[in-house]
């Protein structure tokens, strides 16, 4: 069985970019979540994606989007980027839309310079 | 408002020595609680969960945690760290109507002294 898996590791944008993060659910998982956590924060709920349609959503904006394909993998879209859009983003997968445990990824480290 | 709470930004204990980790939460609804463990430039692991029944769940690594509903309280327990426990400690709420969203507190960093 393989775990959560993110791409890519690290990434380096420059302001006013955009930038596409992806995420690979654990197998049997049919739920995405997406968390940003910023340096010496705790995660911070983005949205969630169940059965390839947005199933809850936190207090982003709408230039932080996503899509969640069939086989249920993920990827998070981030336009016009902001220094303080530098961070560790997290997916979760999960089933049952969300009500059950969330396992996490390893992060992708975004750098907006 | 829902929030979760971790009093302790940063706690050092010796090795051997027991750990508790607060927690507390404000919940409108019954809650589902988590703790995970985080390695520095490292994804969230699960050490355990609370959903229902015996308030006392065990965990990975030894750990154990304590729901009190009357004190809004989910402690994380361990009566003997070991420097490989050292690494940064979330705790979160989510809840069945939720949507799958978690909130999670600002963490609480462990640092294990020789």
């Known amino acids: 069985e393989t775990g959560v898996t993110q791409s890519p590791t690290h990434l380096i944008k420059t302001r006013g970019q955009q930038v596409t993060l992806r995420c690979s659910s654990q197998?049997?998982?049919?739920?995405v979540s997406w968390y940003q956590q910023a340096l010496g924060q705790g995660p911070q709920f983005i949205f969630q994606y169940y059965r390839e349609e947005e199933n809850g959503r936190g207090n982003f904006p709408p230039r932080f989007s996503g899509l969640q394909f069939p086989n249920y993998s993920s990827e998070l879209n981030v336009n016009a980027l902001e220094l303080d859009d530098s961070a560790l983003y997290l997916c979760?997968?999960?089933?049952?839309?969300?009500?059950?445990?969330?396992?996490f990824g390893p992060g992708t480290r975004l750098t907006v310079l | 408002a829902q929030s979760v709470t971790q009093p302790d930004i940063h706690i050092t204990v010796s090795e051997g020595a027991s750990l508790e980790l607060r927690c507390n939460y404000s919940?409108?609804?019954?809650?589902?609680l988590f703790w995970y463990v985080q390695s520095p430039g490292q994804g969230l692991q699960l050490l355990l969960k609370?959903?229902?029944?015996?308030?006392l769940v065990q965990g990975i690594k030894g750990f154990e945690a304590e729901f009190k509903r009357s004190q809004s309280s989910f402690n994380l327990r361990k009566p003997s760290v070991h420097w490989s426990d050292a690494a940064e400690y979330f705790c979160?709420?989510?809840?069945?109507?939720?949507?799958?969203?978690?909130?999670f507190g600002q963490g609480t960093e462990l640092s294990v002294k020789p």
């Open positions: 979760a997968s999960s089933s049952s839309g969300g009500r059950d445990t969330q396992y």
């Open positions: 919940y409108g609804a019954t809650p589902y």
């Open positions: 979160a709420v989510g809840g069945y109507n939720q949507g799958g969203k978690l909130i």
């Open positions: 609370y959903f229902s029944g015996d308030t």
């Open positions: 197998s049997g998982h049919n739920t």
